[in-house]
């Protein structure tokens, strides 16, 4: 047995060759190992956050096909609803093994925001596409954390920063020029359907901001699964009241891309965000999320064949740029 000291990692006997690789390789591992998980979880989560926006983007363009087989809103949103209420309902089941039953407050608080989070703010957002363009629609849409900042100064008296003033003008000033030049095309048509995707933005922006006590007692997972179901069922109910039994007889592409979209952009995207939060955060998250009006846009002009003009070009910068600004801010 040699004393240390004495030795040096030059000495190329056996017994120094073996404690220096070992050691060494361990020291690496032990390096290398953490890094490269990391590394990884970075770029999965960043990929999850694209896909998932842009998943959540295809929604409008499927939306305006299945237009064209002349469904109305009531009966598009009930098919949606209904191929979507299996998967939302194992995401409850699911979320919800080996935690404690809800209490009745938790149950009011699950029906209201389901009610105005995914029934009201679809049916809405689905109304309003009959009229404009999915350009427009998901421009309208992107203002939501721009709505969540202001229901907090009005209901909670939060405070707004001024970079987080900025973003939101600039962001509205890209919605009203591409609102502005498709109303003097359209006329009232554009101003009634915009109006529609703002109350349902709007909608949702009371979801979110009512949210945050339910997210912390039973879980993010758990709340959309059965916030969700209840907006299914609720959608069901309405064309059960609304409308005769007969007007569930459509075209097949209705029903094909009514499963799409309950499955591509319904379910999957929100595990996708859901799986992007848990490896970069909620703000990268967000962040990632503004390929989400360039891809509408982008899969409007090659699918449904919307004009792609210097106005929608000058408005799409104009909102995801103070977006970028006003999550700076925040």
């Not at 890094?35 to 989560?45: E, H, I, L, M, R």
Request: net charge positive; charged share 10%; proline share 4%.
């Amino acid at each position: 047995m040699w004393p240390p000291a004495t030795r040096d990692v030059t000495d190329w006997s056996p017994v120094s060759d073996r404690r220096f690789s070992y050691s060494s390789r361990n020291s690496v591992s032990a390096l290398v190992k953490p890094a490269q998980s990391a590394t990884k979880n970075v770029a999965s989560g960043l990929l999850f956050a694209v896909i998932g926006a842009i998943a959540f983007s295809g929604k409008a363009i499927i939306v305006k096909l299945a237009y064209r087989h002349g469904v109305d809103a009531v009966t598009l949103i009930m098919y949606r609803m209904l191929f979507a209420l299996p998967l939302f309902a194992a995401m409850a089941w699911w979320a919800s093994r080996g935690q404690p039953p809800l209490k009745w407050r938790d149950w009011l608080g699950v029906l209201g925001l389901g009610f105005s989070g995914y029934y009201l703010a679809s049916f809405l957002d689905f109304a309003g596409l009959a009229f404009i363009t999915a350009s427009l629609e998901r421009l309208i849409l992107y203002l939501t954390p721009t709505l969540v900042l202001l229901l907090g100064l009005v209901l909670f008296g939060r405070r707004v920063q001024r970079k987080q003033l900025w973003g939101m003008a600039i962001s509205y000033a890209g919605v009203l020029l591409v609102f502005g030049r498709e109303v003097s095309l359209a006329g009232s048509d554009v101003a009634w359907g915009s109006l529609l995707v703002f109350i349902s933005a709007i909608s949702y922006a009371l979801y979110l901001t009512y949210s945050g006590e339910l997210v912390r007692r039973l879980g993010s997972l758990r709340l959309v699964g059965l916030a969700t179901s209840v907006a299914c069922i609720l959608c069901i109910l309405q064309f059960v009241l609304l409308r005769p039994l007969a007007a569930a007889e459509v075209a097949m592409p209705v029903i094909w891309l009514s499963l799409l979209n309950a499955i591509a952009c319904t379910a999957v995207p929100v595990l996708l965000v859901m799986m992007a939060i848990e490896r970069i955060g909620a703000g990268l998250t967000a962040q990632v999320g503004m390929v989400g009006p360039m891809s509408t846009i982008l899969m409007g002009v090659w699918l449904l064949g919307e004009p792609f003009t210097p106005w929608i070009a000058a408005g799409t910068v104009l909102v995801v740029a103070g977006i970028f600004v006003f999550s700076r801010g925040r």
